[in-house]
């Protein structure tokens, strides 16, 4: 017997406001409401009105998963809380989410600061904290709400991001071995590669305040520092070079061939990204999971929400060998292969 | 690889633009239908074709499709 940590319950939650392409193609009148879904495969996204935080929408998600999974709250034992905005400079917005949403005193609480890579790392933390006999429940909350940060006249942004938070419960379960079918997070493949191609320079220590005029840089790619850059193409290169590497390890490590996973679920970066991969690694279209036409990038969400998705369509079954890969701001990457 | 078929094949992704007006000296961010997307589109038809994959920046420096070609070449040549 051996203690393993698996995916016990997902829940998510999305804002109520709507930005749709018609509203963002007559402001960007050169691109159409058809084209913006064309390039990206988005028709609408979520985001928040002024004054909501990442911490809020982690909130209501954490909520719905104590609600719609029948979970007692007290039973959660460490708190793991990723985003990209914080509500304090200190304290650690988990210390505050513990008393908000009336867990434990005697419970670990921790935030960290990813993007799109920032489930899977969650969920290697997780496991961690679980296989080592320090937690036995670990509720993993993954919020965006990077439309905040986004200047209105940046379309490369605003036509891909939506907000949105999942919560994740990553529980402990004592399994015989070979835990092969059984439910279990398995091995990980992590990366990471600083470079300023994803950044929001000021509002930190470093640069507490910038150049706030909006200017464009050498690709013509519009750049404030005052919000999100992305340099879109170099982004692309990177998937492109390092996402296929990291499935064929990670599937190395488990022992695995692509043809033994039944799903894949990576981060919903954008429709043409995700058929690019697809494509370059022949994974046949109903082993893959493409869900972002109606919430957008939500970023550190996106996984947990096309995988909840997926469990309510059927398509991530009870026992089922899962392939997730985040990869995102950092540069940083990760993926796993999880039974369900 | 031939320089006339990486230009077909470029051609080949521009839905709106004829095919004739698609060369090998043509400044293809001139053409009317160009956007961004055009660039990580190149970038995946030359990495599925040719093994290839070009970065960010050789692809802003890059004009034509003769450009491209030689870039191709060149990583070729190093690989």
Known sequence: MSIQAYIKAISYYLPPDILDNQT????????????????????????????????????????????????????????????????????????????????????????????????????????????????????????????????????????????????????????????????????????????????????WARHPMGKLEPYADKSGSFRSDEHLFMRGTNIFVFILKVVPKMILRVLEKAQLTLADIDLFVFHQANGYILEALRKKMGVPKEKFVIHLKNCGNTVSASIPIALAEAQKAGRAYKGARVLLAGFGVGLSWGATVVVL | ?????????????????????????????????????????????????????????EMIDAQTPTDIYNIILQKQANK
């Open chain 1, 24 to 203: 963002l193609a007559e402001q960007f009148t050169d691109w159409t409401a058809q084209s913006i879904e064309k390039k990206t495969g988005i028709a609408e996204r979520r985001v928040v009105k002024k004054g909501v935080l990442a911490s809020d929408l982690a909130v209501k998600s954490a909520h719905k998963l104590f609600e719609e999974h029948h979970i007692n709250r007290k039973t959660v034992d460490f708190l793991l809380f990723c985003a990209q905005e914080y509500d304090y400079f200190t304290p650690t917005t988990a210390c505050v989410l513990q008393q908000k949403l009336e867990l434990n005193q005697h419970i670990g609480a921790l935030d960290y600061n990813l993007g799109c890579s920032g489930f899977i790392y969650g969920l290697s933390l997780a496991k961690g904290l679980i296989v080592s006999g320090i937690a036995s429940n670990v509720l993993l909350l993954t919020s965006s709400t990077l439309t905040r940060m986004l200047h209105p006249d940046d379309k490369a942004t605003r036509t891909i991001f939506g907000d949105g938070a999942a919560a994740t419960l990553i529980s402990a379960v004592a399994s015989s071995s070979p835990i092969n079918n059984q439910p279990h997070i398995g091995d990980f493949i992590l990366g990471t590669k600083g470079t300023d191609d994803i950044i929001l320079k000021n509002r």
């Open chain 2, 1 to 57: 690889m031939q320089l006339t078929e990486l230009v077909q094949k470029i051609a080949e992704e521009f839905e709106d633009t004829p095919k004739e007006q698609i060369t090998a000296i043509t400044k293809l961010k001139d053409l009317e239908e160009w956007s961004s997307m055009h660039a990580l589109i190149i970038i995946a038809l030359i990495d599925n074709h040719y093994d290839i994959i070009l970065t960010g920046e």
